[in-house]
């Protein structure tokens, strides 16, 4: 492999995990694990289900960081999402943008 393919490759690694840690800090801090979990539905959907639903939705990421901030009522069932008013908009963009990589 050539040399500047396996750098590429390794920021890649490197930006995935520091979003990852990014996010995962702002879903303690904000209460998002409080409704959500990785794997299982909780109050909400786990972002497993999340991330399989809109993965070819070419605006997820605007679409999901606005869910986030502004809230959302009958999308995943009766129980409304409510808004989410301390979350930044880089926040809800860094939590959208990980929430699409939960496999």
């Not at 520091?18 to 996010?23: F, R, S």
């Not at 502004?70 to 990980?98: H, Q």
């Amino acid at each position: 492999m050539k040399p500047l393919v396996l750098f590429a490759a390794a920021v890649s690694l490197c930006s995935g995990a520091a979003l990852a840690a990014d996010a995962q800090q702002l879903l303690k801090e904000k209460a998002c694990l409080s409704c959500h979990t990785l794997d299982n539905k909780l109050v909400g959907p786990a972002y497993k289900e999340v991330a399989a639903k809109y993965k070819s939705r070419k605006d997820a990421e605007a679409y999901l960081a606005k869910k986030i901030k502004e809230g959302s009522t009958g999308v995943w069932g009766a129980v409304p999402m409510p808004p989410n008013g301390t979350v930044a908009d880089d926040e809800a963009r860094t939590l959208a943008k990980y929430i699409l990589t939960v496999k």
